[in-house]
T-cell receptor, first 114, second 111 residues
């Protein structure tokens, strides 16, 4: 079984719709992250959480919100999706106790906003 | 200066070639460094950590030059399966922050 899972894996939605992307992990890690990846722009950090109820904005948080209600789950919401939010979204986890912050990624969610 | 910079490539090499990627980082106090590999449309995966003394894993050698603030990855005897994007990653010194990813260098190995 995968240690970091994301649902859905693919999603097509329309402008203005609310959408939620889910991330779950069985690694027991305390830290979780959401990134988006666009061609030529690399990975960009949206939000990250270092513990339950801890939320921090990343580089591109506008238009997104997150929820960390449990250590194993970190969800990303687009309240009103727009076409330029079409991207590949990755969730990642890390373990604070290792000290080096190595991150482990989920398989990604491909989101298309029409 | 961008926090982590990489030559985007692409690097197109024949099988068996040796290829090197470089990466520079802006914060001299950064403590830990990684190379991640990302296949097309897949998630990034850790290739290797980069240690101050340099480290090797099979055909892959990573080196860190703190004085010049650059990191390198050397791939010897390239295989077709090495074709991927290689991401340089830096752990900033500030507590409570996330890793900083470079945009990646694309490698294409051909037969």
């Amino acid at each position: 079984d995968a240690d970091v899972t994301q649902t859905p894996r693919n999603r097509i939605t329309k402008t203005g719709k609310r959408i939620m992307l889910e991330c779950s992990q069985t690694k027991g890690h305390d830290r979780m992250y959401w990134y988006r990846q666009d061609p030529g722009l690399g990975l960009r950090l949206i939000y990250y959480s270092f513990d339950v109820k801890d939320i921090n904005k990343g580089e591109i948080s506008d238009g997104y919100s997150v929820s960390r209600q449990a250590q194993a789950k970190f969800s990303l919401s687009l309240e009103s999706a727009i076409p330029n939010q079409t991207a590949l979204y990755f969730c990642a986890t890390s373990d604070h106790s290792t000290g080096d912050n190595e991150q482990f990624f989920g398989p990604g969610t491909r989101l298309t906003v029409l | 200066r961008k926090e982590v910079e990489q030559d985007p490539g692409p690097f197109n090499v024949p099988e068996g070639a040796t290829v090197a990627f470089n990466c520079t980082y802006s914060n001299s106090a950064s403590q830990s460094f990684f190379w991640y590999r990302q296949d097309c449309r897949k998630e990034p995966k850790l290739l290797m950590s980069v240690y101050s003394s340099g480290n090797e894993d099979g055909r892959f050698t990573a080196q860190l030059n703190r004085a010049s603030q650059y990191i390198s990855l050397l791939i010897r005897d390239s295989k077709l399966s090495d074709s991927a994007t290689y991401l340089c990653v830096v752990n900033p010194p500030q507590a409570g922050t996330a890793l900083i990813f470079g945009k990646g260098t694309t490698l294409s190995v051909s037969s």
